[in-house]
């Protein structure tokens, strides 16, 4: 059974930063790629960053390219998010992911396991 639980999410002004961490357990969780997605009102889940169990590969989209980073700490199991240069439509519930055999990291559907989400708000 895995578990992902994330903590982090707050209230920031633009151009403010924020850390999200995501703890996972679970056998399968330390050979899982892990991601981090987001959702707003109104909007469809869409992908954030993603990075594979070794940490060798490393994914983003191109809206948070340059201002997010992903890594992850093997020995606990637990992914980071630091957000930097906040901007108001980052706003959203944000999600941590985790897939085995993941074939398209951008692909939510693509992913086995879900946290509940942590909300950040970015206030102009």
């Known amino acids: 059974q895995v578990q992902l639980v994330e903590s982090g999410g707050g209230l920031v002004q633009a151009g403010g930063s924020l850390r999200l961490s995501c703890a996972g357990s679970?056998?399968?969780?330390?050979?899982?790629?892990m991601a981090w997605f987001r959702q707003a009102p109104g909007k469809e889940r869409e992908f954030v960053a993603a990075?594979?169990?070794?940490?060798?590969?490393?994914f983003y989209a191109d809206s948070v390219k340059g201002r997010f980073t992903i890594s992850r700490v093997a020995a606990n199991n637990t992914v980071f998010l630091q957000m930097n240069s906040l901007r108001p439509e980052d706003t959203a519930v944000y999600y941590c992911?985790?897939?085995?055999?993941?074939?398209?990291?951008?692909?939510?559907?693509?992913?086995?396991?879900w946290g509940q989400g942590t909300q950040v708000t970015v206030s102009s």
């Open positions: 990075i594979s169990w070794s940490g060798g590969s490393i």
């Open positions: 679970g056998r399968t969780v330390s050979r899982s790629l």
């Open positions: 992911a985790a897939g085995i055999g993941v074939q398209a990291y951008s692909n939510a559907h693509d992913y086995d396991y």
